[in-house]
């Protein structure tokens, strides 16, 4: 899957090549667009295409509970953390209350320019960024293991992870390993489903001498590499639990 999809829902297919052409000139963070003329079409598309990260939707669309159609979208999977933009002739008050009450990311009222529609994107992609960055603390078990140690894996406990990488704590590594820049994978566990591997790079190895317990005295931050579209749908998801716990907790 390329790295940002969009869908574009609108009854006017003017306003549906107008918003792709802006997609296309404007914002740089879009990959694919496609188009839909209505709600139903929208979610034939997202079931058959997979998920996209951005929605651009006409409001005021007849016969769309916009709450539900939301809740249909983040259902699909892969699209819990879709953006959600309402494109809509109200006026300004009335439509960021509408937003807010109907859990939208965010809003345009048309009519718009292009560089005002660019801007909305934009402010949301950095949002997507702070998000793919931002750590989940958890106390989880995990395996790691590493390209210059193949026949060895370390069972670890997760100690935070994000889009971008996760921090564990393991026994010592063995004599030269887990050096700088070196690579490996990490195994992760969800409940209920069956484990998979995350190809990663050691970004630092942190040695607590003051530490205990032998097997908690290392702590090992990776950064993911080269992940998979099908790996970052499943990272997605274990991630999604994992804030999901975190809140219940």
Same mark, same amino acid.
């Given at each position: 899957?390329?790295?940002?999809i969009a869908l *574009?829902? $609108?009854?006017?297919?003017?306003?549906? %090549?107008?918003?792709?052409?802006i997609l296309?000139d404007? *914002?740089?963070v =879009?990959d694919?667009v496609h188009?839909?003329k209505?709600? %139903?079409?929208?979610?034939? =598309?997202?079931?058959?295409n997979?998920?996209?990260?951005w929605?651009?939707i006409?409001y005021d669309m007849q016969?769309? !509970?916009?709450p $539900?159609?939301?809740?249909e979208?983040r259902?699909?999977?892969?699209c819990?953390?879709?953006y959600?933009l309402?494109? #809509?002739? &109200?006026g300004?008050?009335e439509?960021?209350?509408i937003?807010i009450g109907?859990?939208?990311?965010?809003? =345009?009222?048309? @009519?718009?320019t292009p560089?005002?529609f660019?801007?909305? +994107?934009?402010?949301?992609?950095?949002l997507?960024? /702070?998000?793919?960055?931002?750590?989940?603390y958890?106390?989880? @078990?995990?395996?790691?293991?590493?390209?210059?140690d !193949?026949?060895?894996?370390?069972?670890a406990?997760l &100690? $935070?992870v994000?889009m971008?990488?996760c921090r +564990?704590? !393991?026994?010592?590594?063995?004599p030269?390993k887990?050096?700088e820049?070196?690579?490996g994978t +990490?195994?992760l566990f969800?409940?209920?489903?069956s484990?998979?591997h995350?190809?990663v790079?050691?970004k630092?190895?942190e040695?607590?001498k /003051?530490?205990a $317990?032998?097997?908690?005295? #290392?702590?090992v931050a990776?950064?993911? +590499?080269?992940v998979?579209?099908?790996?970052?749908?499943?990272?997605?998801?274990y991630? %999604?639990?994992?804030r999901?716990?975190?809140?219940?907790?």
């Amino acid at each position: 899957m390329p790295e940002s999809i969009a869908l *574009v829902v $609108d009854t006017s297919p003017v306003i549906r %090549d107008y918003v792709q052409k802006i997609l296309n000139d404007e *914002v740089l963070v =879009i990959d694919e667009v496609h188009q839909a003329k209505n709600a %139903d079409e929208a979610l034939q =598309i997202l079931k058959s295409n997979g998920p996209v990260n951005w929605v651009f939707i006409e409001y005021d669309m007849q016969g769309v !509970s916009h709450p $539900d159609l939301l809740e249909e979208f983040r259902k699909i999977p892969g699209c819990a953390e879709t953006y959600f933009l309402l494109m #809509t002739a &109200m006026g300004e008050n009335e439509a960021r209350n509408i937003a807010i009450g109907e859990g939208a990311s965010d809003y =345009i009222c048309k @009519p718009f320019t292009p560089q005002q529609f660019a801007r909305k +994107v934009h402010r949301l992609s950095g949002l997507a960024e /702070w998000r793919r960055a931002k750590r989940h603390y958890v106390c989880l @078990p995990c395996e790691f293991g590493l390209g210059s140690d !193949s026949f060895h894996h370390y069972g670890a406990e997760l &100690m $935070d992870v994000a889009m971008t990488g996760c921090r +564990v704590r !393991s026994s010592q590594l063995h004599p030269g390993k887990g050096n700088e820049n070196e690579s490996g994978t +990490v195994t992760l566990f969800p409940q209920g489903g069956s484990p998979f591997h995350v190809e990663v790079k050691v970004k630092r190895v942190e040695f607590d001498k /003051w530490c205990a $317990d032998p097997l908690r005295n #290392t702590q090992v931050a990776f950064e993911f +590499v080269n992940v998979s579209p099908p790996v970052k749908t499943r990272l997605e998801g274990y991630i %999604d639990l994992c804030r999901k716990k975190a809140v219940v907790n």
